[in-house]
């Protein structure tokens, strides 16, 4: 009898919550964020862009407010920063937000073929431990399963301040043929693109000194 081949999908590294989640915060999760959740089978005639492990949400709330007429797909695991961007939507009073609270990868396989405008990764956890490089998000089955839902011609924003994960991302994206590294420079590497605003994560590497990454790349086929 033949085989069949078992595909693992990566795992999704719930972070530890240092401290536990506040009442306001599980209050947020347990009712308030019922009405931003993602559904599968949407329909919209609106562009989507999607904001993969969106942290506290500074970006995709900045998102939301600059692009009232586009949907934005905000998808994290990590409740506290999810609870606190339930929050900030409802005081900006955001209409064209949702949240996706789990792995990344069930998403992907939820999305529709060639729907997506643009995707946003600003700074995937690095995992610095060469024992650990596994657990990045960005690697060859994760570009197949972006290259499905990514429109021709969508753009990927990704930033980083870890060289090592840096050299990964551009080889992983050469080594695919559908995709382009479109900055004209290689200088334009070290300048956030205008539509993204400084992140908690990236605050944090700026105190640190780190040097920051900037990549865009287009879906060319
Ligand atoms: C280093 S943090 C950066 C957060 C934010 N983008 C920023 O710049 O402040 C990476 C985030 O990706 C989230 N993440 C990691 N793996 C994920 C997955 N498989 N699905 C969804 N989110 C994920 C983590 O929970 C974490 O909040």
Not at 113 to 118: D, T
């Amino acid at each position: 009898m033949k085989k069949s081949k078992k595909i693992l999908l990566p795992l999704s590294y719930k972070k530890k919550t240092r401290r536990p989640l506040s009442e306001k915060q599980k209050r947020l999760l347990r009712f308030n964020l019922q009405k931003f959740l993602f559904k599968k089978n949407f329909s919209t005639k609106k562009k989507i862009f999607l904001e993969i492990g969106f942290g506290y949400g500074e970006n995709l709330i900045n998102l939301g407010k600059k692009n009232i007429d586009e949907l934005i797909i905000g998808c994290e695991v990590y409740e506290p920063g999810i609870a606190n961007l339930v929050k900030k939507i409802e005081i900006n009073n955001l209409k064209n937000i949702c949240i996706y609270p789990k792995n990344t990868f069930s998403l992907l396989e939820k999305l529709k073929k060639n729907s997506i405008e643009k995707i946003f990764m600003l700074y995937p956890d690095p995992w610095p431990k060469k024992k650990h490089f596994k657990r990045r998000l960005i690697s060859k089955f994760f570009l197949e399963k972006i290259d499905k839902i990514l429109k021709k011609n969508g753009l990927i924003f990704i930033s980083t301040d870890s060289e090592n994960y840096l050299n990964t991302i551009l080889i992983e994206f050469f080594l695919n043929r559908n995709f382009l590294w479109i900055d004209k420079k290689i200088t334009n590497c070290y300048e956030r693109p205008e539509k993204l605003i400084e992140s908690k994560y990236e605050k944090k590497a700026t105190m640190k000194g780190n040097k920051k990454y900037f990549l865009k790349f287009k879906k060319i086929c």
